[in-house]
């Protein structure tokens, strides 16, 4: 079975975040870089299936250079190939237009599960897994919990507001990775070691088949037109708690006369 | 001029709060524009749901009734939203920020070639064109976003239980229009639902949450916090430290990895207030921590606080939440 596993490389979310000259975009100096926490639940799946069923697992990212840092620790872990595909001088792209470069790579290559996490931390849009299947004519089930593999498909559990939901999905199909799917595992110091000697495939946007016209500048429908940093919350309210009875007493009188949320 | 046409979850029959609260949110944004509303709703026996969403302004319900789509499909619920907007020609499109409209809106976007204004917890629309606000960098960051004009559509999610609902002070036509879907094309689609134990409120919808780290110290103090939570009509909530730890289901999560929300009232029981933790709840209206060390970092974005132990507290709190009731 052949696996691709879709990775963003994001900000560290212990990263102290500062807001570049413009007020768009963060400042990237001194940002900490790390593969979003959901795509190692995906990765760590791909990795699973392959040792158990053979194949290979291709992990793939739409960034700049220094994304590569993310494909060589997914190399590292037991990816067999890693692809970039370069964002350099496209400026800003939506949601949409990561799908269509990812769409256009991934048809290139032969592929059984797409494998996603369901949320690129930092940024956390949360679409596109439902966008790069749509993309890629494929049907998909997010938010995975538990895995069951089936002739031809897979029976997925997934987590929806007060229930659970067991679905059935034929493959080829997309897949979301979220806690709970399996424990990421780390890299070995051979699989580091061999990870320096692969060499990252860079592709452009013509390669994925995508003429940067329709992805970039004036085709970006969601433009990110103001970053800032949240107000400053009010100094907390201390309530004294010698007397915990008292105490309780009085913050319940608060949250009802003064915050009105009871 | 913007339709709007509101993407409307129901779930056994029943509509969800936070579809009237994204229909309401609609209601505003073509009143603002002089536009035109109307609902969809996918399911089997549900076209009784159309005077419900007649009452919060829904011109136009169009219904997409068939017994293939009983249980959700995103490709199945994804071609009723398709159809009606093929129908209705809506400038904007919304579904709310739920796990089923994080499904269809981007997998609706994409087919029209159109990205999403992801998770908004504010929306306006001026001139036409959407805006909208989130938190963004775990809840360090905020980011405005905004439609261009170049996109024929605006597709939208505002988050659960951040915007009112509110029924129309006059009830609109609420007229069905049935959704011919010929033969729908399935594949991934829902075989079960387990519905989780009786009486539980699901931290992502819940208007008050209860949660507890891992001051709790054990999974048997749970019941200590269930009694403040069952006082309060609240969820309960937890840490990652406390479901890793194993002493409940991640289902309770909140935080990064786990559920975000943004209920009127968040209690954090012995959590410390992590980062991450911050990013899954820092958006609550009012929040109240509970906390033995007065550095934890949960008072800096606390409301109210009371440094002590939580065993004495919260028992303190059921108590007098009981005497508030009384
Ligand atoms: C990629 C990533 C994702 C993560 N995602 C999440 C997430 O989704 N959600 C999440 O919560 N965390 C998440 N974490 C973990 C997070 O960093 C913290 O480790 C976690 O939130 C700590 O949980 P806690 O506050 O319960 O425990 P602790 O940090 O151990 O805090 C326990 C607190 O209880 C207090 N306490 C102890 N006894 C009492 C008592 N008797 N009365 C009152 N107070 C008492 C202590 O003073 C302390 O402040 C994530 C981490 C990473 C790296
Ligand atoms: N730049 C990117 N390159 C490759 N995959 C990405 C990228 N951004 C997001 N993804 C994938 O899409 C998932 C959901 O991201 P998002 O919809 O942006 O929250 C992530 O978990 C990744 O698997």
New binding site residues.
């Given amino acids: 079975m052949n696996h691709i596993v879709?990775?963003?490389h994001v900000p560290d979310t212990e990263t102290k975040i500062r807001i570049a000259a413009g007020g768009v975009s963060i400042d990237e100096a001194d940002v900490k870089w790390i593969v979003?926490p959901?795509?190692e639940y995906?990765l760590e799946e791909a990795l699973k299936t392959k040792e158990a069923k053979g194949g290979t697992v291709t992990a793939?990212?739409?960034?700049p250079a220094r994304a590569d840092t993310g494909l060589r620790e997914c190399l590292a872990r037991g990816a067999d190939d890693a692809i970039r595909i370069a964002s350099e001088g496209l400026g800003e792209v939506d949601?949409l237009g990561?799908a269509r470069l990812?769409a256009g790579v991934i048809k290139t290559l032969p592929h059984d599960v797409v494998w996603?996490?369901?949320?690129?931390v930092g940024?956390?849009?949360?679409?596109?897994?439902p966008m790069l299947a749509e993309l890629l004519d494929l049907p998909h089930v997010n938010l995975v919990t538990k895995l069951e593999w089936k002739d031809g498909g897979v029976l997925a559990r997934r987590e929806i507001e007060g229930a659970q939901e067991i679905v059935e999905m034929p493959l080829p199909g997309v897949i979301g990775a979220t806690k709970g799917l399996n424990e990421p595992r780390y890299a070995s110091l051979k699989g580091i070691m061999g990870a320096k000697k692969k060499t990252i495939a860079v592709k452009t946007p013509a390669d994925a088949g995508v003429d940067p016209a329709t992805v970039a500048g004036e085709a970006v429908h969601v433009r990110w037109t103001k970053l800032e940093l949240p107000p400053a919350r009010q100094a907390v309210k201390l309530i004294p708690a010698d007397d915990p009875a008292k105490a309780a007493t009085e913050l319940l009188r608060l949250l009802r006369d003064e915050a009105k949320v009871l | 001029m913007s339709n709007v046409l509101v993407f409307i979850e129901q779930r056994d029959g029943k509509v969800r709060k936070s579809s009237l609260e994204a229909l309401t949110l609609g209601r505003n944004l073509s009143a603002k524009t002089g536009g035109a509303l109307a609902a969809v709703v996918a399911g089997s026996g549900i076209s009784g749901l159309a005077a419900e969403l007649a009452g919060y302004g829904a011109a136009k319900v169009f219904v997409a009734d068939k017994p293939e789509l009983q249980l959700f499909s995103c490709e199945g619920y994804t071609a009723a939203l398709d159809a009606a907007a093929t129908a209705f020609k809506p400038s904007i499109v919304l579904a709310s920020a739920t796990v089923m409209g994080r499904d269809v809106a981007p997998r609706f976007a994409a087919r029209r070639g159109v990205s999403v204004l992801s998770d908004v917890m504010t929306l306006d629309v001026a001139a036409g064109r959407l805006t909208g606000e989130r938190p963004v960098y775990s809840g360090k960051a905020r980011v405005l976003v905004t439609a261009a004009p170049s996109a024929e559509i605006q597709v939208a999610t505002p988050r659960p239980n951040v915007f009112p609902a509110s029924k129309a002070d006059v009830a609109a036509a609420g007229e069905v229009v049935p959704l011919d879907l010929g033969t729908l094309r399935i594949r991934a689609k829902v075989v079960k639902v387990e519905a989780a134990q009786a009486g539980e409120i699901d931290v992502a919808e819940a208007d008050k949450i209860v949660t507890g780290g891992r001051g709790i110290k054990g999974p048997e103090s749970w019941s200590v916090l269930r009694a403040l939570c069952h006082e309060l009509g609240a969820a309960l909530g937890a840490s990652r430290a406390a479901v890793d730890a194993g002493w409940i289901g991640h289902e309770h999560q909140v935080g990064q990895t786990g559920k975000v929300v943004s209920p009127s009232l968040y209690i954090a029981c012995g959590v410390s207030g992590a980062i991450q933790h911050l990013a899954g709840m820092g958006s609550s209206k009012v929040i109240v921590a509970i906390n033995k060390d007065p550095e934890a970092p949960i008072f800096k974005v606390a409301t109210y606080g009371i440094v002590g132990d939580l065993f004495q507290i919260v028992p303190a709190m059921t108590e007098a939440a009981k005497k508030l009731k009384a």
């Fill in positions: 879709c990775i963003a979003s959901y795509d995906a793939i990212t739409f960034g949601s990561v990812l996603m996490g369901n949320k690129g940024t956390d849009a949360q679409v596109l897994v």
